[in-house]
């Protein structure tokens, strides 16, 4: 015994002396303790976890590629750009220009496009991934609603995506403004319009913004605006989401072998974090090909901004047009007199309801809780034909959006169709109203019918069209039964049956208690639920990944 001790300690010492110098220092790197957590025990965590593959799962990827273009770009512009509406005549490249009265802003800006090298595609890198980077968001903010990703643990996360968009939007916003073309130097003045329309404050905020009479110092202020604080909040909010996606795990559709306690997928490292660096690499090469090709806010044709002229045709970048749109859809004349001030409701109406939409949208997990009195965990997500009620919400919500959008190129497509444009408003105040609730009865009946197609698949199989005689003169059809994989896929999860929740606590007043109860069975109403068929022995399912622990 003593020997085969002896001899098991020499070998020890012998694989120790034989190890390279790169091993023992990342065996000394991975004794190091970060933030409590030893980093060899955080390696061995990090590749214990699996990431399940679906395509829901891309546009996080997506978001940070945005995300790190419009940062590098941002930060290499700095270089080059002047943040001052201080006038000075232009003398740069572009022989149009010259010998215009321009603003230093829009004078550097110039400069950057046509006398700096590579300058062209830095701004186009940095203005196309600033309009790929809201588009990315608000997918990932729709499959999360479809999915009722954002239920019980992750409902601070759909706040803070929610908050990352409205993020985005304020930095593509400010950013916009920054060049002092004649397009951006239009949109500030709506947005002077908009400030100076909000009763009693309005005024106050104005100033402050610009500074002075229009167009003030609007770029002094707006540019820390646009590289620090819209930015910084930004980033936050992506760290913090990050880390609260690290600490729930990722949420997993249903399917054969999946529960709440594990994740199926492949590992996070190397597999899904190869797959992501690839994508990664994929949409910034796609970003760069298209700032090198397509152009995008050119400048030089626009012209300096100038407050006494607006340009016709004049469209904002795609994320703020539903804003524009809310403006314009507000019939004419609506400003009442009240308490000796004017109340110019074509502003404030626009405002209270975009507010309220986005209010809404950020309320939803814990409406929905409080509807369903579902307080559980959901790491299985819902098919969204499983939710039809929250489907069918999603659906009108993004006609509602959609509406106030294509409003806000009422021009355009009045042009474009060479119809009037009260005609092409007055459509659109119709569709706003009644598109919604058109989108919210057609889907949820579809989830309905989608339902029932699915609990006869459960129940009787696929057909085949293999007709036999029966013995007794009749025919029948053959009918394949589903393998497990499909079975787990299509039945409705647990978390998607809402009728069997405790009843409601006798604490709330009898009011609410009675909304509480309509408002349920409503949300519940007419779910169709199907016992899947029973197998025969000897049917074959395909392979699946191998689940792992969620914890
Ligand atoms: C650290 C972050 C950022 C920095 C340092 C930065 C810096 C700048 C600078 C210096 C400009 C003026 C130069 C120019 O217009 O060519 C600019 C313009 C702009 N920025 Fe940013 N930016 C940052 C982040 C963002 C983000 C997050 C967005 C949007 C989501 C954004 C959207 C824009 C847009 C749309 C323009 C106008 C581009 C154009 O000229 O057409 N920026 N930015």
Do not use: K
Request: charged content about 15%.
């Amino acid at each position: 015994m003593r020997r085969i001790a002896i001899e098991t300690e020499r070998d020890a010492d012998q694989e120790r002396q034989h190890r390279s110098a790169t091993d023992r220092v990342a065996e000394r790197l991975g004794r190091i303790t970060v933030f409590g957590h030893r980093i060899d025990d955080s390696w061995a965590d990090l590749r214990r976890r699996r990431v399940p593959t679906h395509w829901t799962n891309l546009f996080g990827t997506v978001t940070l590629a945005s995300l790190v273009v419009v940062t590098v770009t941002g930060l290499v512009l700095m270089f080059f750009y002047t943040p001052s509406s201080a006038d000075t005549i232009y003398a740069g490249s572009y022989a149009p220009l010259h010998g215009a009265t321009v603003s230093q802003a829009f004078a550097s800006t110039m400069h950057v496009t046509f006398d700096v090298p590579g300058g062209v595609v830095l701004r186009q890198a940095h203005h196309w991934a600033a309009l790929l980077l809201p588009a990315a968001i608000t997918v990932q903010l729709a499959t999360t609603f479809f999915t009722g990703a954002f239920r019980r643990p992750r409902r601070a996360m759909w706040v803070l995506l929610l908050l990352a968009l409205i993020a985005a939007l304020a930095s593509g916003w400010s950013g916009y403004a920054l060049p002092d073309d004649m397009l951006s130097g239009t949109g500030l003045r709506i947005v002077e319009g908009i400030l100076l329309g909000i009763p009693v404050i309005g005024t106050w905020l104005a100033s402050i913004l610009f500074g002075g009479p229009f167009p003030g110092r609007i770029i002094e202020n707006l540019y820390p605006l646009h590289i620090v604080v819209f930015p910084g909040a930004l980033l936050v909010l992506a760290a913090l989401r990050t880390i609260a996606a690290w600490r729930h795990g990722p949420p997993q559709f249903p399917g054969r072998g999946r529960t709440p306690e594990n994740v199926v997928g492949v590992a996070l490292i190397p597999t899904a974090a190869t797959r992501a660096g690839g994508l990664f690499l994929v949409v910034t090469g796609l970003l760069l090909l298209v700032s090198a090709t397509v152009t995008v806010s050119p400048i030089w044709l626009y012209g300096p901004a100038d407050p006494g002229n607006a340009g016709a045709g004049s469209q904002p970048d795609w994320y703020t047009g539903f804003l524009d749109g809310a403006l314009r859809l507000v019939p004419p004349g609506w400003e009442v007199v009240w308490l000796g001030r004017t109340w110019t409701l074509a502003i404030l109406a626009p405002l209270a309801v975009v507010g309220a939409f986005f209010a809404f949208v950020a309320a939803y997990p814990f409406l929905e809780e409080w509807v369903t009195g579902d307080r559980g965990d959901h790491h299985l997500l819902d098919r969204p034909r499983h939710a039809p009620t929250r489907t069918g919400l999603g659906v009108a919500g993004l006609v509602f959006v959609g509406v106030l959008w294509a409003a806000g190129g009422a021009d355009i497509i009045a042009t474009a169709f060479s119809v009037s444009i009260e005609h092409v408003i007055t459509a659109l105040q119709v569709a706003l109203v009644a598109g919604p609730i058109l989108a919210y009865t057609v889907t949820r009946r579809m989830c309905f019918g989608l339902q029932r197609r699915d609990a006869g698949l459960l129940r009787h199989g696929y057909e085949t069209g293999r007709i036999v005689r029966l013995p007794g003169g009749g025919y029948h059809e053959i009918h394949r039964p589903l393998d497990e994989t499909e079975l787990a896929r299509l039945a409705m999860p647990g978390g998607a049956r809402h009728a069997d929740r405790p009843p409601l606590d006798g604490a709330v007043g009898p009011w609410e208690s009675r909304l509480r109860r309509g408002l349920r069975s409503y949300y519940n109403g007419g779910v169709i639920e199907a016992e899947p068929a029973e197998h025969e022995p000897g049917d074959s399912f395909p392979a699946v990944d191998a689940p792992v622990s969620r914890r």
